[in-house]
C-alpha cells in the first residue's frame, strides 16, 4: 500500500514561477524524502527531512512538515524548464529501516519556457 | 563517479524463460534495493539487502529471487517470468546518512514479458 500521496497529479506553470507539490501519508515517520525523476531515468534524491524538523531548504528548495497533520510540501521557486519531472515523497518509518521506504504516485511537474 | 549499474537497459522476452537483471553499485553502500514502477502505483519495493548475504522480501516480492554474494552486486532473477511482472524496474543502494537512507538508483530496466 502507498504510504505517501502527492498533490496534484500534475501540475503545469510557466518559467520563472514557484512550484508547490503536497505529500500526506498516513503513518508515524522518521523522516521523509522527495525524489525527482527526469523522464525515462531513475529516481534522484534531492532532500531529507527528520520527523524533528519543520522546514529545511536547499538551493531552490523548500521542504516543509507538519508531523501533526501528516503531510508534507515541495516548493519549488522561480522554476526552470529543466525542472520539468516527476516528483515522488518516501516516507521512511518510525523505526529508522530503510528497508520500508514507501514511494508516493508522484507529481508530474510541467514548466513551460 | 559514483552510480549504480543495470543491465540490461531493455529487455523483451517470453512467458517462462528465466532472465536475470544485474545490478552493480561502486560507492560501498551496505543497502541495495529493487522496486518496480507501474503507472500509477507508484514505486513498490521487491526486495531488499542490508549487508552481504542478508536479503528481505519487500512488499511485491511473489515471482522474484535476490541474491546478495558480494556487497557490490544485487542481481534480480526472475524463474519464471510473466506478462504481469511487465514493468519498469529499479536498483537502489543506500548508506545511513543525515538522519536517515537516501537512496541512490539506476537507470532502469524495462522489461516486456509477452
Known amino acids: 500500500s502507498q504510504q505517501g500521496e502527492e498533490d496534484p497529479q500534475a501540475l503545469s506553470i510557466q518559467e520563472g514561477e514557484n512550484a508547490t507539490m503536497n505529500c500526506s501519508y498516513k503513518t508515524s515517520i522518521n523522516n521523509l524524502q522527495w525524489y525527482r525523476q527526469n523522464s525515462g531515468r531513475g529516481l534522484v534524491h534531492l532532500i531529507l527531512i527528520r520527523s524533528n524538523e519543520r522546514e529545511k531548504h536547499s538551493g531552490r528548495l523548500r521542504v516543509t512538515l507538519d508531523t501533526s497533520k501528516k503531510s508534507s510540501s515541495l516548493l519549488i521557486t522561480a522554476s526552470r524548464a529543466a525542472d520539468t519531472a516527476s516528483y515522488f515523497c518516501a516516507t521512511d518509518p518510525s523505526s529508522g529501516s530503510a528497508r520500508q521506504l514507501t514511494f508516493g504516485s508522484g507529481t508530474q511537474l510541467t514548466v513551460l519556457p | 563517479e559514483a552510480q549504480v549499474t543495470q543491465n540490461p537497459r531493455y529487455l523483451i522476452t517470453v512467458t517462462g524463460k528465466k532472465l536475470t537483471v544485474t545490478c552493480s553499485q561502486n560507492m560501498n553502500h551496505e543497502y541495495m534495493s529493487w522496486y518496480r514502477q507501474d503507472p500509477g502505483l507508484g514505486l513498490r519495493q521487491i526486495y531488499y539487502?542490508?549487508?552481504?548475504?542478508?536479503?528481505d522480501k519487500g512488499d511485491v516480492p511473489e515471482g522474484y529471487k535476490v541474491s546478495r554474494k558480494e556487497k557490490r552486486n544485487f542481481p534480480l532473477i526472475l524463474e519464471s517470468p510473466s506478462p504481469n511482472q511487465t514493468s519498469l524496474y529499479f536498483c537502489a543502494s543506500a548508506f545511513r546518512g543525515n538522519g536517515g537512507w537516501p537512496q541512490h538508483f539506476g537507470d532502469g530496466t524495462r522489461l516486456s514479458i509477452l
Open positions: 539487502s542490508m549487508n552481504v548475504e542478508v536479503t
